[in-house]
């Protein structure tokens, strides 16, 4: 299948689960696509295991593996959520937020890999530090899965910045993270040696280099908008920036999701304010609502279908249990030690740890990153184990995250 018919396959089905949930399931319109997808891959495994002779097993996964999951998000999707999702967050609340936004989302994530990491050396019997590369993938929450269900979670408007804000800085320096560390556990011919100074010097470049290109970047484009008045012209340049930003990243070896998220910022901020009309305004934030619509739809589709990606036995379904345990913890110590270290100098809501814990969702970003790592002897077992982690976090969690914050609402 060329590309065409790839996007063209996706869409379709998108839509089509999208029309099955609104009817039937009525779930968040995510969490209902991945229902249906995943539904839909357990039907196609029944039926090859069923009538082997009609091999719908092979074409799914040849199907699959057409796709290109990791390449698919990494590589073009995920700017563009990122810068999306940024877009609609105000700065004044995030300032507001900003402590404990920096913790979480840096000593919170290493907290949450080392804890995780391992946690999972422990009880996979793997190499301490490959276990350590899983930590890092899985630590990050993801932006895409907080944030659409959040849309849909009544909460505090503090506590809705908190873990916006923390779910799409946390996603870069995870990503950051979890190079260094693939890098050392499977390092490249002809790889430098990854020394303590170097590991810290390539972490600071990653992340400061991002913000940097995303400002810079995002200044350009708002200088150019506020000489222009043509909300076609203004939309185009927006596009231009989230996928631009995001492709120069990868070229400078630049972290690409923090740009893109300090560029949205500056253009949902600062643009919106004094660079755009009225007019404008409506048509840029109906396109980017839209984008991030149609991208999460497709998104939570592909996560479904990445099902005909993995091998399950019952050890690995025991590993997978283990580390949903695992990564509750860890994200439970990444949010409760930085909340511990700012309680003296700030008071917090009653239930922000629970809430925070729980409402720390994975998602495609770590299914995409674990499909990125090198073909080793140890790949299949991370794959089905982060898949495990995933589904239960977008489907348990996701679903549930709502009666959290009504407990602890009404036990306010």
Do not use: C
Request: aromatic share 8%; net charge negative; proline share 3%.
């Amino acid at each position: 299948m060329n590309i065409i018919d790839i996007i063209a396959l996706l869409i379709v089905l998108a839509a089509g689960f999208g029309v099955l949930n609104y009817f039937i399931l009525r779930l968040p319109s995510t969490i209902g696509v991945l229902v249906i997808a995943l539904f839909a891959s357990f039907v196609v495994l029944a039926l090859d295991a069923a009538f082997p002779e009609w091999k719908l097993g092979a074409e799914a996964r040849r199907l699959v593996h057409d796709l290109h999951f990791s390449e698919a998000l990494l590589e073009g999707m995920l700017g563009l959520l990122l810068f999306a999702g940024s877009l609609h967050v105000h700065l004044d609340d995030l300032k507001a937020q900003k402590w404990v936004i920096a913790l979480t989302a840096t000593v919170g994530v290493l907290i949450a890999t080392a804890v995780v990491g391992t946690g999972f050396w422990l009880v996979a019997g793997i190499p301490l530090v490959v276990a350590l590369v899983f930590g890092a993938l899985i630590a990050p929450t993801d932006p895409v899965a907080v944030l659409g269900i959040f849309k849909q979670v009544k909460v505090t408007k503090s506590l809705e910045t908190k873990i916006a804000g923390e779910s799409l800085f946390n996603d870069g320096v995870g990503y950051v993270v979890f190079l260094i560390l693939a890098g050392i556990a499977f390092p490249a011919e002809g790889m430098e040696e990854m020394s303590a100074g170097r590991i810290a010097y390539l972490f600071l470049l990653e992340a400061v280099g991002g913000a940097l290109l995303g400002a810079v970047a995002g200044w350009v484009i708002f200088a150019v908008m506020k000489r222009i008045d043509d909300y076609s012209l203004e939309v185009l340049l927006t596009l231009a920036l989230a996928m631009g930003v995001y492709a120069l990243a990868d070229i400078l070896h630049v972290s690409g999701p923090i740009a893109a998220v300090v560029a949205g910022l500056l253009i949902g901020n600062a643009g919106v304010k004094h660079a755009m009309s009225e007019e404008t305004r409506e048509y840029v934030d109906a396109f980017w609502r839209l984008i991030d619509e149609i991208l999460n739809a497709v998104l939570f589709l592909l996560i479904g279908l990445e099902v005909f990606a993995i091998s399950v036995s019952e050890n690995i379904a025991l590993l997978g249990a283990a580390s949903i345990l695992l990564v509750l913890l860890g994200r439970l110590l990444a949010v409760s030690i930085p909340i511990a270290l700012l309680s003296r100098i700030r008071t917090f809501s009653r239930g922000v740890i629970p809430i925070m814990t729980w409402g720390g969702l994975k998602g495609g970003i770590s299914v995409a990153l674990v499909l990125s790592l090198p073909e080793s002897d140890y790949k299949p077992l991370l794959v089905s184990v982060t898949y495990i982690v995933v589904v239960f976090s977008i489907l348990v969690q996701g679903l549930t995250v709502g009666r959290v914050v009504r407990k602890y609402a009404e036990a306010g």
